[in-house]
């Protein structure tokens, strides 16, 4: 073979040995597969922290007060002070929205609720009560799943209210009207940044009853206000 045919097998052989690299660079990521994604949880948001939720009032994730959106945290806190009702000034300042809870563990210490607010289901941790202030932690969960534990895991009596969320005073009340073995109940709840936080209170909030605890939602399933003496 002359110079020139060894030249020639030895550009199309390099050409040959190009072409394969190039080959496999392109289909090297092709082959590559992606790791398996851990199934999600069911019944929980994907964020990787419990959505915060100070309230939830006509069905939808409700709002702090004073925020005009939505906060997930990986930590929650309450500031709550409760009322009595003076008059029934409040009826027409609000459409009520029907609420169902139980209590898969209610004690001192802690209280893990299951709640149907409109069509949405919320599962609500909440810590010890000290003063007007204590943790809460709450999860969006399947509305038929909160169907399911209300039915098959909370125990009798449950907590069956309509909430009224009405703004005064640059404030947003809840006023609960209780049903069932709570029937004649009525309370007003207001949340605030902090405990020493001023507001205006209306004109139909009574007495406060903060610190009598027979008022906490959880009591009144142990002990029902029609029960009261």
């Known amino acids: 073979m002359n110079g020139q045919g060894l030249a020639t097998s030895h550009n199309l052989l390099f050409s040959q040995n190009l072409n394969k690299s190039d080959s496999r660079l392109r289909t090297a990521p092709e082959k590559r597969k992606a790791a398996p994604r851990r199934p999600p949880v069911a019944g929980i948001r994907q964020t990787g922290y419990p959505v915060h939720a100070r309230r939830v009032t006509d069905g939808r994730i409700g709002r702090p007060p004073g925020t005009g959106h939505l906060q997930e945290h990986t930590m929650g ?82 907590i069956d209210k309509r909430r009224y969320t009405i703004p005064a005073g640059g404030m947003v009340w809840e006023v609960d009207e209780f049903f069932g073995v709570n029937q004649g109940l009525i309370v007003a709840e207001i949340e605030l940044e902090h405990e020493d936080q001023d507001f205006v209170r209306p004109e ?26």
């Open 77 to 158: 806190r309450e500031i709550e002070r409760k009322f009595l009702l003076a008059g029934d000034g409040w009826r027409s300042l609000a459409e009520g929205v029907p609420y169902r809870q139980g209590y898969l563990c209610s004690s001192r210490e802690r209280t893990v609720r299951v709640r149907i607010a409109g069509s949405r289901g919320l599962l609500t941790v909440k810590g010890p009560t000290r003063g007007a202030t204590r943790s809460e932690f709450e999860y969006e969960i399947p509305l038929a799943d909160a169907r399911e534990m209300l039915d098959t895991l909370c125990p009798q009596p449950q």
């Open 204 to 229: 139909w909030i009574g007495a406060e009853v903060t610190d009598d605890p027979r008022y906490a939602n959880a009591a009144l399933c142990a002990a029902p206000y029609t029960t009261w003496k």
